[in-house]
């Protein structure tokens, strides 16, 4: 099992990752996103329905504690991993 935050501040040190629900809904109609993350009470119908191109994980807690989980100074619904940097983060 990995850590997910490790894994997390890892991308987004080291790779690029886009933060918002329709920053993540752009990058996945662009064919960009390699995972898409979800907070639990992710308001997005698109990102949550699950038939997606892109493998979605639903992260076990909230919009607040994900956007903690990733360093940001305010609360993160759904998130795009673009590139993977050096993280393991896709093996989600």
Do not use: Y
Not at 5 to 19: C, R
Not at 20 to 47: F, H, M, W, Y
């Amino acid at each position: 099992m990995i850590d997910i935050g490790k894994a997390l501040k890892s991308a987004i040190a080291t790779g690029k990752v886009e933060f918002g629900v329709d920053q993540t809904e752009k990058a996945v109609k662009a064919g960009k996103a390699q995972l898409v993350i979800v907070a639990r009470n992710c308001p997005s119908q698109t990102l949550t329905a699950g038939d997606l191109a892109v493998k979605v994980h639903v992260f076990e807690g909230n919009n607040m504690e994900l956007g903690a989980l990733c360093g940001k100074p305010f609360s993160v619904s759904a998130l795009a991993v673009i590139d993977k940097g050096t993280s393991n983060i896709l093996t989600l």
